[in-house]
């Protein structure tokens, strides 16, 4: 699932997360008998993406950065979500999750402008499982569904935490997803209307696999409390997504994205 921000909604993204905050008084209470303190990081940046799903031309947006961590209670990431741990194990993790899913500006839509419609953002709400496989490696996989809407999504990932070089922390994720066919028609559907108007076929794609993705994140300290945080994405669209005449006649089935921010942690 993309995690990025729409230019239509940094505000919702900014409610989203005030919201999610009402989660933290809970887990911050249920450390108070174990020895696990939680993290804290925020900030600000500039992120160049797709200017939509399956666009081969970009934008550059202002952003905000969150990550938080409370060890075996809760994730909550403006790159990957939130993640309310209910298991809490020494190797399996699971519970709650829930994410933010961009839809697509009708500014953005260039020549697609007024052809196909602009799609409003959502937000996911589902559930995770994730195995700690090593100190320095997790796998995991969630479900999530539209809270206002039909559309389902898969996801399976993996994440690697690179040996730190002097003082410079980083790491490597792997991400497949896919979607159910309400969601894969809604992002990369034509319908006959729409098609005459392109001059392409209509395009009424099934479930099935979305995308995979690669990211390398690096983390640079500038002093003892901030840094900048650098998360470089190569994305790729497959099967119905990567097919659609959205993708082949009028965008890229590579979705390159590229982000920094300046981070405060405590």
Known sequence: MTRLF????????????????????????????????PTYAIGAGMERMAAWPGASTARNQPIPFIDIEIPDHLSLSTLDGL????IGGPVLHGGFYGDYQWGRDSDDLGVLRGKIAPLSPRLTAGGYLEWQLAKQVDAGIDLSHDIDGAGAYLEAYGEWDLPPVWLLQHSFEMRWQAMNGAAMDRFFGISPAQADTLAVPAWHP???????SLEYDLFVPTSQHTGLALALSWERLLGNAGGSPLVTRFGSRNQPSESLAFVYHF
């Open 206 to 212: 099934g479930a099935g696999s979305q995308s995979a």
């Open 83 to 86: 993640q309310l741990d209910l």
């Open 6 to 37: 729409p230019t239509t909604g940094p505000l919702r993204r900014l409610a989203l997360c005030a919201c999610l905050f009402i989660a933290l008084p809970w887990t911050t209470r249920c450390l108070a008998d174990d020895g696990d303190q």
